[in-house]
């Protein structure tokens, strides 16, 4: 079987994990996706959109909004030139809201941008293989203390301390909040490369003849999702209703998961059908310290060292038989193999 032998991306780890054989036609044998989700076009078309808003200082809701849908035929115009099949639906109006609400914020408004969109090139020696690592990072900014303290009250609580501008490594995500917990963040694969890079590698801007070596340690590395900005349009989501009454019942108050969901079926024991979280607070901190970054490239090494050696099994799970980029090729590999055997 073919092995890769390019340099890894920030997102080969997590996507490794997800499904191995997934990677082998995505990275190794390169193949074109038969499928692309509208959402992670939008999601594309969203982050220009962004650059656009940092590079041009314009923070005009209706002009972003512009660039937004510009950039998203464009999108959709190469998809389809590669002969892929646009998968799901986008509801732009949203995208127009997570654009007004970005462009509102002080924080952003009055960020001093270090790098947006940069690409970078480090390496990892765990032991005697050294792994390459080329990517881009979304957005490395200066903040100003101040604009952080009313959304996010919860860094200054406790012993941490910031000069008059904090340093953010910020990866952008057109979409609602997931592993955000503490633990998640603090593990997360790809803030853990971007991390390295930002310390250890070197960054390729725009301003510069050649490679620059930033040797930083951000004092916080953030996940933005900006969907967590927009407000739930009433405090119904956040109640279960009762059928017979019509009374509605807290969900915290709820001991069991709800049997009803938020639709009057069944949603058979899962509370995230028949609830809605309350909203997040969009940025979601962590941090890594020089202690961290020293055990980074022996947690990365596993992984890396088994697409290294070519172990590409399939990882069955529910994207087998829903949303798969490569379901056909995969499926034909597997039913081949039956009639072979």
């Known amino acids: 079987m073919e092995r890769f032998g390019g340099n890894f991306h920030q997102s080969d780890i997590k996507q490794y994990l997800k499904c191995p054989r997934s990677f082998y036609?995505?990275?190794?044998?390169?193949?074109?996706?038969?499928?692309?989700?509208?959402?992670?076009?939008?999601?594309?078309?969203?982050?220009?959109?962004v650059e656009y808003a940092h590079r041009e200082k314009e923070w005009s809701p209706d002009k972003l909004f512009q660039v937004f849908i510009s950039?998203?035929?464009?999108?959709?115009?190469?998809a389809l030139d590669k002969s892929q099949e646009l998968h799901g639906a986008v509801d732009v109006e949203r995208y127009r809201t997570m654009l007004a609400l970005y462009a509102g914020k002080p924080y952003n408004r009055e960020a001093q941008v270090m790098a947006a969109e940069s690409a970078f090139y480090s390496e990892?020696?765990?032991?005697?293989?050294?792994?390459?690592?080329?990517g881009r990072i979304d957005q490395l900014l200066s903040v100003p203390t101040e604009?952080?303290?009313?959304?996010?009250?919860?860094?200054?609580?406790?012993?941490?301390?910031?000069?008059?501008?904090?340093?953010?490594?910020?990866?952008?995500?057109?979409?609602?909040?997931?592993?955000?917990?503490?633990?998640?963040?603090?593990?997360?694969?790809?803030?853990?490369?971007?991390?390295?890079?930002?310390k250890y590698g070197v960054f390729y801007l725009p301003d510069q003849a050649a490679p620059v070596t930033l040797d930083l340690i951000p004092?916080?590395?953030a996940?933005?999702?900006?969907?967590?900005?927009?407000?739930?349009?009433?405090?119904?989501?956040?109640?279960?209703?009762?059928p017979d009454t019509g009374g509605r019942v807290p969900c915290d108050l709820v001991p069991e998961p709800c049997r009803v969901g938020k639709t009057g079926k069944a949603c058979e024991g899962k509370r995230a059908w028949c609830t809605k979280q309350k909203r997040g607070e969009g940025m979601y901190f962590t941090t890594r310290p020089a202690a961290r970054l020293e055990?980074?490239?022996?947690?990365?090494?596993?992984?890396?060292?088994?697409?290294?050696?070519?172990h590409y099994p399939r990882q069955l799970g529910e994207l087998c038989f829903s949303?798969?980029?490569?379901?056909?090729?995969?499926?034909?590999?597997?039913?081949?193999?039956?009639?072979a055997a």
């Open 71 to 78: 950039a998203l035929e464009a999108e959709k115009v190469k």
């Open 219 to 221: 004092d916080l590395h």
């Open 223 to 242: 996940i933005y999702y900006l969907e967590d900005l927009i407000p739930y349009e009433s405090d119904a989501g956040t109640y279960l209703k009762d």
């Open 323 to 339: 949303y798969c980029q490569f379901r056909s090729t995969c499926e034909a590999e597997v039913l081949a193999g039956l009639e």
């Open 147 to 198: 604009t952080l303290r009313t959304d996010f009250p919860r860094l200054f609580s406790n012993s941490a301390k910031f000069a008059d501008r904090v340093l953010i490594h910020r990866d952008l995500k057109f979409g609602r909040r997931k592993e955000t917990s503490a633990f998640e963040l603090a593990l997360n694969p790809q803030i853990d490369v971007y991390a390295f890079a930002l």
């Open 25 to 49: 036609y995505n990275r190794v044998l390169e193949l074109d996706k038969e499928k692309v989700s509208l959402g992670n076009l939008a999601g594309r078309a969203g982050h220009r959109a």
């Open 124 to 134: 990892i020696k765990p032991a005697k293989t050294v792994y390459s690592f080329a």
């Open 295 to 310: 055990v980074i490239p022996r947690e990365l090494m596993n992984v890396c060292a088994s697409i290294r050696m070519g």
